[in-house]
């Protein structure tokens, strides 16, 4: 008798040192993911957006963009594009690996450290022109390492054959269609990387200014939108929203032949025919609509809890705002002659479109990633969101009609649209903040 309860408390013992060493590889890799969402937070609010406010402020100044460096959009843009959305990719990333050699130890820290150093160099070589013939090269060296790290972390996931374990065969053959899409998105990230460095070298050593050529930087950013956002967005859609919504499962076939359409209008754009990757792009945002089944009825209550009632709305609204964007781009190629319907039309993809997808499915699934049980506050994440909402219909609105000469009262309405973006951000912020210094921990063994 006494024998067979030591043996039981053995077992408990050992049950127990195992839940201890997971939980606190759990914990660890949580307080990574906040790192990572902090430094995402950080370029988000300052180099990104009040960066943008500023410039905003001073283009309705002058009417237009006479008097505003180029350099100091492109900062706003690539702090907002690689400092915002591109650190919580590398963050949801790094936490959905499974512990490996290759993300174990100091990779994980030493991709930060340098992504982090990347981003703030090119904010101040763009910003404040701060050595930019050295800093800004640096900078663009840093972020592709960064990005290597990460992909050659990511690489190293394979399932544990070792272990005694096979893979069954359906998951040798084929990727499920919202990874690929992701990996697309992956892809262009890397290439959008890669052509920054490139060409900030040349810049370096030739250039008059660290500003993109004008017409180099309107291909460029049909990559950033459309290769690196819009597939991004559609890729895990495609793996959360019909749980989110309770809708059928995503049409993988239709999925699939968004991302072909997408792949081809990207590669169409920086090929400079714009009016065939307009139409291309446009039928890309329907189908990957369509396919991931946001608009159909659902079957089942929609899962709102943790978030504001509005959720399910919200997601309907953005990719609402996709499809547009889509359809502003075919306009702009027909009749835009001052940049205000493609300044539109990226606006309602990046803000109306990425930024909403963030702000809405963030408070659904961020708080679990960085080990807290609940959101801050339900009815704060419904203000951020309609502050966002209405600040982009005014500035997508707006723009076209400022930029175009079609009312001069529109350049007295676009610094309000700014002032309504700019407070959701802050509060989407400060949502974060107070739900990861207050929330309840989901460890709290550890914490």
């Known amino acids: 008798m006494t024998t067979t309860l030591l043996k039981n408390d053995g077992v408990h013992g050992g049950l127990a040192a195992e839940r201890t060493v997971l939980v606190a590889a759990e914990l660890g890799k949580s307080r990574l993911f906040r790192l990572w969402i902090a430094t995402g937070l950080f370029f988000m609010v300052l180099p990104g957006t009040i960066l943008g406010f500023t410039n905003l402020l001073l283009i309705t100044a002058h009417h237009g963009l006479n008097g505003l460096p180029p350099a100091w959009i492109q900062a706003h843009g690539h702090s907002q594009v690689f400092g915002w959305i591109g650190s919580f990719v590398l963050g949801i990333g790094f936490y959905s690996q499974p512990q490996t050699r290759a993300n174990r130890g100091r990779l994980p820290v030493v991709c930060w450290g340098l992504w982090a150093s990347g981003l703030t160099l090119h904010w101040l070589a763009g910003a404040y022109l701060w050595h930019w013939r050295v800093t800004l090269p640096l900078s663009g060296a840093l972020e592709l390492v960064a990005i290597l790290l990460f992909l050659y972390a990511a690489s190293q996931h394979k399932l544990p054959e070792r272990a005694g374990h096979q893979a069954p065969p359906e998951a040798k053959r084929s990727i499920e269609p919202w990874m690929q899409t992701v990996l697309v998105s992956n892809a262009a990230m890397l290439l959008a990387i890669a052509i920054n460095f490139a060409i900030e070298v040349r810049l370096a050593l030739a250039g008059l200014t660290p500003a993109l050529p004008h017409g180099f930087d309107q291909r460029y950013l049909v990559l950033l939108a459309w290769g690196f956002l819009a597939p991004l967005v559609w890729g895990f859609s495609a793996r959360w929203l019909p749980i989110f919504l309770g809708v059928r499962p995503v049409h993988g076939r239709l999925l699939q032949l968004a991302v072909i359409l997408d792949v081809v209008g990207v590669v169409l754009g920086m090929s400079a025919l714009t009016l065939p990757a307009a139409i291309t792009l446009a039928a890309a945002a329907i189908l990957a609509a369509i396919s991931i089944r946001v608009f159909s009825i659902p079957e089942r209550p929609a899962k709102t809890i943790g978030v504001h009632r509005s959720f399910p709305a919200f997601l309907r609204v953005a990719y609402a705002w996709s499809i547009l964007a889509s359809l502003l781009g075919i306009w702009a190629a027909i009749a835009d002659a001052h940049g205000g319907i493609w300044g539109g ?28 049980r609940a959101l801050w506050s339900r009815a704060l994440m419904f203000v951020t969101l309609a502050l966002l909402l209405a600040g982009c219909a005014l500035r997508v609105s707006m723009e076209p009609v400022a930029y175009e000469g079609m009312g001069h009262f529109a350049w007295r309405l676009l610094p ?6 700019l407070g959701a951000v802050l509060l989407f912020a400060l949502q974060l903040v107070m739900t990861f210094a207050r929330g309840r921990s989901i460890f709290p063994e550890l914490s």
Do not use: D, K, N, Y
Not at 347 to 366: D, E, N, Q, S, W
Not at 416 to 421: A, D, K, N, T, Y
């Open 345 to 372: 039309s990226r606006h309602a993809l990046t803000v109306g479109f990425a930024a909403m997808m963030v702000m809405t499915v963030g408070p659904r699934i961020l708080p679990h990633f960085a080990g807290v």
């Open 416 to 421: 309000i649209s700014g002032c309504l973006e």
